[in-house]
Structure formats: structure tokens, C-alpha cells
């Protein structure tokens, strides 16, 4: 039987437009948008306050047997609606989207035991359905089973301009270059990490959207749901 609510994977590159599609389709279907990629940046945060994690390295032990001490949880912000983070009941959803964080979040995305927590919670929040989860490995790992699955995609020049215009607002001396080896780094280690690697699965819909704009985006989205609606 077809459900009412199902459950939409939304996986792909950093710097795709996947929130921005993800948050769209949620808002369009009365859904629950969940951005994993905020729970990875804010376990990223809080281990490197702790001093754990530089950019020359990681103390995997101390990451691993602290990680009971991190909690995180989403709340509604009343003035834009848009769910946003907390790192031990503290807002850190301007914090995590730095460079610094960007830069270090890769390492603590490959840990075994982080994984397992976050997904763990990614899968209680996402339990009953009327979600849209976007990360990495939501089809692969989290959802395998969801109902739909899209893999979006844009190119790289595309994807460093997107990426530098978000950082402009918040960081004036931010450079392209230095976005676009991030990226560049962030791909490589999202791809070629052994736990959970960022993968197309066979039954996922692709979406390029580099000459797309979010509302084109949104419309071929709404079009594909509605057929497994
Ligand atoms: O989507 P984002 O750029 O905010 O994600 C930050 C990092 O977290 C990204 O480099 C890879 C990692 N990540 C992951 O490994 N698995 C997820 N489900 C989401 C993000």
C-alpha cells in the first residue's frame, strides 16, 4: 500500500544544493527536513573546542570515548521556521558553517563510532516517515529502504561559486581557491572513506541541477515525489 508520508534520501557532493532542495521539497509537503550534515559539523565543533581535532590531526581515542558527553537536538526557529542545531542545548547552527569547521569535518565523518551514533539518531527521527533527510549515505546506510532516493549533483565550477557566495556573507576575505580545495578534499575523503562512503545507489534518481535554478530544481523534485506518491 502506498504511505500518505514517505521517506525522501537526498544524497550527494558538498555544495550541491542538496539543503537548499532538501528544505524546499519538507516545506512544500509539511515534511521534516533533517540536515545530517549538521550533526557531523557539530560533533566536528565540539571536538575541536575540546582540542581534539586540528587541521594536522586527530585524537581518535579522545573523540571516541568522550562521545557519550555530545548531544545534539534540532529546534524550530519561530522567527524563519527553519530547524536549526544544538551542541549540548546551545544553538551552534551559525558556528558549524565556517571554513575551520568545513575543513576539519571530513575526520570526524570517517570515525566508525561517530557514524553509528548519528546515524542511530537519524533513523529515530526519521521513523515514522514525512522526512527529508539529506547527507551522504541516507540511501545507502540510513534509509535504505526509502521510498525515494535522489542523487544530486552540479559541477564543480558551479558548486565552488555557490559555495562562495554562502561564505561572502559571513567571511569578506574568503577566496575561491581556498573553497575549492576544500571541496576538492571533501570529495576525495567522502568518497574514498571505508565506513559508509558516499555512493550513488542503483536506485536513486540523479539530479543535476547546474543549470537549474532552486524553483526548477524544486518543480522537477515535486514532479518525481508525486509519481511515487
Ligand atoms: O552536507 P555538509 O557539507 O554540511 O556535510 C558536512 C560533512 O559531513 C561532509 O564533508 C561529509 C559529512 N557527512 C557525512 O559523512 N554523512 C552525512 N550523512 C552527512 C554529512
Known amino acids: 500500500m502506498k504511505k500518505d508520508k514517505i521517506t525522501i534520501a537526498i544524497d550527494g557532493f558538498s555544495s550541491c544544493g542538496k539543503s537548499t532542495l532538501a528544505k524546499a521539497l519538507a516545506s512544500e509537503l509539511g515534511y521534516i527536513f533533517i540536515d545530517t550534515g549538521a550533526m557531523y559539523r557539530a560533533v566536528a565543533l565540539y571536538c575541536f573546542k575540546q582540542g581534539w581535532i ?32 544544538f551542541l549540548n542545548n546551545i544553538n551552534v547552527e551559525k558556528e558549524i558553517r565556517t571554513l575551520e569547521v568545513s575543513q576539519l569535518v571530513s575526520k570526524i565523518a ?14 529515530k527521527m526519521g521513523k515514522n516517515g514525512g522526512v527529508v533527510m539529506d547527507g551522504r549515505d541516507i540511501g ?19 558548486r565552488v561559486e555557490r559555495r562562495y557566495k554562502e561564505l561572502l556573507l559571513t567571511d569578506p576575505t574568503i577566496s575561491k581557491e581556498s573553497i575549492k580545495a576544500n571541496l ?15 555512493i550513488q545507489t542503483q536506485d536513486a534518481i540523479i539530479l543535476d541541477n547546474s543549470n537549474l535554478t532552486p524553483d526548477e530544481q524544486l518543480y522537477l523534485a515535486l514532479e518525481i515525489v508525486n509519481e511515487r506518491l
Open 54 to 85: 586540528t587541521k594536522e590531526g586527530i585524537d581518535e581515542s579522545s573523540v571516541v570515548n568522550n562521545l557519550d558527553k555530545i548531544t545534539l537536538h534540532f529546534e524550530r526557529n519561530l522567527e524563519n521556521s527553519k530547524l536549526e542545531i
Open 140 to 158: 545507502s546506510v540510513v534509509f535504505p529502504n526509502a521510498e525515494l532516493k535522489l542523487f544530486v549533483t552540479a559541477s564543480p565550477e558551479i
Open 184 to 198: 576538492e578534499e571533501r570529495d576525495y575523503l567522502d568518497t574514498t572513506r571505508s565506513e559508509s562512503p558516499l
Open 110 to 123: 570517517s570515525i566508525k563510532l561517530v557514524r553509528s551514533k548519528l546515524v542511530f539518531e537519524q533513523q
